[in-house]
T-cell receptor, first 116, second 116 residues
Framework: AQSVAQPEDQVNVAEGNPLTVKCTYSVSGNPYLFWYVQYPNRGLQFLLKYITGDNLVKGSYGFEAEFNKSQTSFHLKKPSALVSDSALYFCAVRDGPTDSWGKLQFGAGTQVVVTP | GAVVSQHPSRVICKSGTSVKIECRSLDFQATTMFWYRQFPKKSLMLMATSNEGSKATYEQGVEKDKFLINHASLTLSTLTVTSAHPEDSSFYIC????????????FGPGTRLTVL
């Protein structure tokens, strides 16, 4: 079984400062890891994913995430936050190629608030 | 590419009536579609996994007779909420998975259901 933990319900950051949203995971096999962002009353927008290869993954809108196998973490980062980054962020994990349907387990979500 | 649409985006219905929500993959064929339910500022709860041409697989605790899922083609899945009640009011999101590849999910914009 897979699980995802996002330990922070909300992250507050001033515009221009670095933004980090934490995610840890647990899977029995090889993890496929994803970050999505959701704006109010909208569906999920894909930001980035880690399947294999380089541990540092670069994604949309200047976001990046680092896969850390020893710490079972996949924290989302942005060097300089914008007010428009204020949204709900979800980390998700899939148990690699063993799950043929590709079912995702989502974290509880982290609300990011960027103040001007 | 990889666009998923949902219709309607919002629906209001009376208690006891049935509501159908459509999920379409616009520019790709999706062998698998997923239906999620999301409560305000909460994570996505997987309701069922739908494979084209076969019966949907429901998650534990989801009533299959209440939430009817049909996946009649590689580009269309429907969710029918039967005999809707106010507690069924929620945000319903579908996603579609590409045939083959690493089964990445692409999400629809969501449908806001309000049952009076």
């Amino acid at each position: 079984a897979q699980s995802v933990a996002q330990p922070e319900d909300q992250v507050n950051v001033a515009e221009g400062n670095p933004l980090t949203v934490k995610c840890t995971y647990s899977v029995s096999g090889n993890p496929y890891l994803f970050w999505y962002v959701q704006y109010p009353n909208r569906g999920l927008q894909f930001l980035l994913k880690y399947i294999t290869g380089d541990n540092l993954v670069k994604g949309s809108y200047g976001f990046e995430a680092e896969f850390n196998k020893s710490q079972t973490s996949f924290h989302l980062k942005k060097p300089s936050a914008l007010v428009s980054d204020s949204a709900l962020y979800f980390c998700a994990v899939r148990d690699g190629p063993t799950d043929s349907w590709g079912k995702l387990q989502f974290g509880a979500g982290t609300q990011v608030v960027v103040t001007p | 590419g990889a666009v998923v649409s949902q219709h309607p985006s919002r629906v209001i219905c009376k208690s006891g009536t049935s509501v159908k929500i459509e999920c379409r993959s616009l520019d790709f064929q999706a062998t698998t579609m997923f239906w999620y339910r999301q409560f305000p500022k909460k994570s996505l709860m997987l309701m069922a996994t739908s494979n084209e041409g076969s019966k949907a697989t429901y998650e534990q605790g989801v009533e299959k007779d209440k939430f009817l899922i049909n996946h009649a083609s590689l580009t269309l899945s429907t969710l029918t909420v039967t005999s809707a009640h106010p507690e069924d009011s929620s945000f319903y999101i579908c996603s579609a998975s590409l045939s083959g590849g690493d089964n990445e999910q692409f999400f629809g914009p969501g449908t806001r259901l309000t049952v009076l």
